[in-house]
């Protein structure tokens, strides 16, 4: 079994940066993509972004193409996501996510999934 612990969010105003962690534990993620969804109050859960294993290739929403970027280091099981300019739209709940290919988690699909670390942006 895997767990997914995230980490790093906090009360920030518009314009300000952010990085927020993904820690695995209980096992490798080996051959995993890693990613992440957001859910703001009121709202269905959406994609973020996503990376692979491999080849470290990467994925984004719209909304959040060059202002975040996704990274990993397999050696210490642990995603990121640097989020620059951060806009009041980005107030969410911020979810890591591991799963067999970016794809999957790009149409919301996961293997697992952690709790959450809450991200509120002031205008």
């Given at each position: 079994q895997v767990q997914l612990v995230e980490s790093g969010g906090g009360l920030v105003?518009?314009?300000?940066?952010?990085?927020?962690s993904c820690a695995a534990s209980g096992r490798a993620l080996s051959g995993y993509?890693?990613?992440w969804f957001?859910?703001?109050p009121g709202k269905e859960r959406e994609f973020v972004?996503?990376?692979?294993?491999?080849?470290?290739?990467?994925?984004y929403a719209n909304s959040v193409k060059g202002r975040f970027t996704i990274s990993r280091d397999n050696a210490k099981n642990?995603?990121?996501?640097?989020?620059?300019s951060l806009?009041?739209?980005d107030t969410a709940v911020y979810v890591c996510a591991a799963a067999s290919?970016?794809?999957?988690?790009?149409?919301?699909?996961?293997?697992?999934?952690?709790?959450g670390t809450q991200v509120t942006v002031s205008s």
């Open positions: 105003q518009t314009g300000d940066s952010l990085r927020l993509a890693m990613g957001r859910q703001a972004a996503g990376i692979s294993w491999s080849d470290y290739g990467s994925g642990t995603v990121y996501l640097q989020m620059n806009k009041p739209e290919s970016i794809e999957t988690i790009q149409v919301g699909g996961y293997a697992y999934l952690g709790q």
